[in-house]
């Protein structure tokens, strides 16, 4: 998941007051496509500026939308933006999503069209718990995980809103991993709908709830893997994700691969002959064609591959043309450790309490 630093307050949100609605999010799913192919039982389109019907179906049908003369056209009618609903989900390709999907023109690539997924939270966090955490593990691990999704999609919606941007997430890791309906199972509904409208606050502001696979052993503050100072992601010793594969890790790269993938991200000048970085040291050593230099390990990473370099935690020691790497944890390692909250989870530890360890002073609230 992606990492945003000095969102906004979220005051409004957790002060004492009537009881607040649920509310929706806008889950960015495709774009720049020429065309896109809906289906299911009960196929609605409609035209989302004027609210005329373009088509319908009381059976399950299917139809392409694809975009013609800086119109989108469906069963030959046209719009410039549309609403797809069916009546138990819409398909979109090998997807199926609960909620509304909206089509519409990418503005600035008049010939290529988007999709978005407009669902209420607690429906989408019941695509985001089972695809970021495995289904079968202990219900406190999934009720964490799905505590802090809400807490994290309401923060990005309130900034990208003000923003004025036109979605609120995507559905990758560089926000949440959203699937959809493929992920739902009974343990899932049962840990959104117990954890119903609960979030982790800090000071009446909502957290930036961030977390990641496995930290190795310790979390490391947002200074440290980001740059910026949040006082509630701070280091913290965990000894429960030991049994993750990838608490600790080893991976052997040849050095013509790594070189080529140095330059193609323009952080080497010619050949690569070298690469080393100690255990604990801040930077990654490195000889090229005009030297030594000194790299960022979380551009290495970036660079070499997030499914090569599990994090940015490691070190490399060069043997002949291969580069020997010695890593722990998965993921950038601030805040909640996924498989530190499972093996919490086992040990029988409450949800609450994985997440106010994890979150250091923060507390979980109820606002809705």
Same mark, same amino acid.
């Given at each position: ?95 199926? #999503? #609960? ?67 036109? #979605? ?189 360890? #994890? ?10």
């Amino acid at each position: 998941m992606r990492w945003f630093f000095g969102g906004l307050c979220a005051l409004a949100l957790l002060v004492p007051g009537p009881a607040r609605a649920e509310e929706d999010v806008r889950i960015s799913l495709l774009s720049r496509r020429a065309a896109v192919t809906v289906s299911g039982p009960g196929l609605t389109v409609l035209d989302a500026e004027v609210g005329d019907r373009l088509f319908f179906s009381a059976a399950t049908a299917k139809k392409r939308v694809r975009v013609k003369e800086g119109y989108l056209v469906v069963a030959d009618r046209r719009a410039k933006r549309i609403l797809v609903e069916a009546k138990d989900a819409v398909h979109l390709g090998k997807g199926v #999503y #609960y909620g509304r999907l909206e089509i519409g023109i990418e503005p600035d690539h008049p010939d290529k069209l988007y999709v978005l997924n407009r669902l209420p939270i607690e429906t989408y966090l019941l695509g985001i718990v089972g695809s970021e955490m495995n289904p079968s593990w202990p219900i406190e691990a999934l009720k964490a995980q799905a505590v802090a999704a809400r807490s994290y999609a309401m923060q990005r919606r309130m900034m990208m809103r003000a923003a004025n941007r036109p #979605y609120d997430l995507a559905d990758s890791v560089l926000s949440q991993v959203y699937k959809g309906a493929e992920r739902i199972r009974p343990s899932v509904i049962r840990a959104v709908t117990e954890t119903r409208g609960e979030v982790i606050a800090y000071r009446h502001g909502l957290v930036e709830a961030l977390f990641h696979s496995t930290c190795g052993g310790r979390t490391v503050s947002a200074r440290s893997a980001f740059g910026n100072h949040v006082p509630y992601l701070k280091p913290k010793k965990c000894k429960w994700c030991r049994e993750s594969h990838r608490h600790r890790w080893k991976v052997n790269v040849p050095v013509d691969e790594l070189s080529g993938r140095l330059s193609r991200a323009k952080l080497i000048r010619g050949s690569l002959s070298r690469l080393e970085r100690d255990e604990g040291v801040e930077y990654v050593s490195v000889r090229d064609g005009r030297g030594s230099r000194r790299l960022d390990p979380r551009k290495v990473r970036k660079a070499v591959g997030f499914s090569k370099l599990y994090s940015a935690r490691f070190s490399a020691k060069t043997r002949g043309r291969q580069v020997e790497i010695e890593g722990r944890g998965f993921g950038h390692g601030v805040g909640m450790c996924q498989w530190g909250a499972r093996g919490m989870a086992a040990q029988g530890k409450t949800y609450e309490q994985i997440l106010e360890y #994890y979150y250091d002073g923060a507390r979980v609230q109820k606002i809705y």
